[in-house]
């Protein structure tokens, strides 16, 4: 049995077993972001409804549903400040909004997230947590893969440093794009991270997958991603990692650094 009120003191993490709940955006960055204070950055406006899509209902009334439950105008929230005194800019993605998916405004949302990187002389850091591209805009949301892979590159041919916080989960157009380019992968523990689903795959190959195909542990051990930091200790990693790349930075314009290990990681 979980009280809210001691899962919230827990940063939203089961405090028998170690599960990691979804929080949205704004918790994110509170617990990110020094002191909890950061500064938000308006997104470019975008056209809402480009192909005028109807499923079972119109695209425009999902959209309003999206954004009266989640308080917010679209699936991913950008913000800057500092974090362990060291300048950063986030975007987070709210898997409540439509999944997290990927369409003309969250591609928007990454470039705005990159350029102020650049205007700021920060560190970027990506927070995924979305299904995957935005079926409801077609064509123009998978143009969004390249669009953010464009920007990204941008941040590191700057020499600024870019880290990408693996969360539940991230699969998709979004891992075949930007998730996956960062100079550090972390995950949170027990997060789903692929591309297809698992079902969908294991119809495919008609095999049984692995125990734990596709978890964040599983993909630290085949080398995808860097290191799995319980969220608790978060805002301490991001802070050595910042201070440590804007060091190499300093040094030779190199973003590429040793990656030190979480100190409760249990071999993480």
């Known amino acids: 049995m979980l009280f809210h009120r001691e899962l919230e003191e ?9 599960h990691h709940l979804r929080i949205n955006p704004r918790q994110r960055l509170e617990l990110l972001f020094d002191d909890g204070a950061y500064t938000r950055i308006d997104l470019p406006a975008v056209t809402s409804d480009p192909l005028k899509f109807r499923d079972s209902r119109r695209y425009t009334d999902r959209l309003k549903d999206a954004q009266t439950k989640s308080g917010e105008r679209e699936a991913i929230i950008v913000a800057h400040g500092t974090i362990s005194g060291q300048p ?3 975007a987070a993605f709210d ?32 927070i995924p947590a979305s299904g995957g591209a935005r079926m409801q805009e077609g ?23 870019y880290v990408v916080l693996l969360t539940d989960p ?9 998730a996956m380019l960062g100079d550090i992968q972390i995950a949170e523990p027990g997060a789903t991270i692929g591309f297809a689903g698992k ?8 095999e049984e997958l692995p125990e734990g195909f596709q978890t964040a542990e599983y993909l630290r051990e085949h080398g995808m991603v860097d ?22 930075q300093a040094s030779d314009g190199s973003p ?10 249990d071999g993480d």
């Not at 079902?199 to 008609?206: A, F, H, K, P």
């Not at 590429?256 to 990681?265: C, G, K, L, N, R």
């Open 227 to 248: 290191m799995v930091v319980p969220r608790a200790e978060l805002p301490a990693m991001l802070g050595r990692l910042l201070s440590l790349l804007r060091e190499k």
């Open 199 to 206: 079902r969908v795959i294991q119809d495919t190959v008609r």
């Open 88 to 90: 950063a800019v986030i």
């Open 256 to 265: 590429q650094v040793m990656i030190p290990a979480p100190a409760s990681s």
């Open 170 to 178: 991230t699969t998709g157009g979004v891992s075949a794009s930007f």
């Open 139 to 161: 064509m123009l949301s998978l143009v969004q893969m390249p669009r953010t892979v464009i920007a990204v590159d941008r941040v590191r041919e700057a020499g600024l440093p």
């Open 10 to 18: 827990n940063q939203h993490v089961c405090h028998a077993c170690g």
């Open 95 to 126: 898997f409540s909004f439509m999944g997290g998916s990927m369409g003309q405004a969250v591609g928007a949302g990454l470039l705005t997230a990159a350029d102020t990187a650049l205007a700021q002389n920060a560190a970027l850091i990506a």
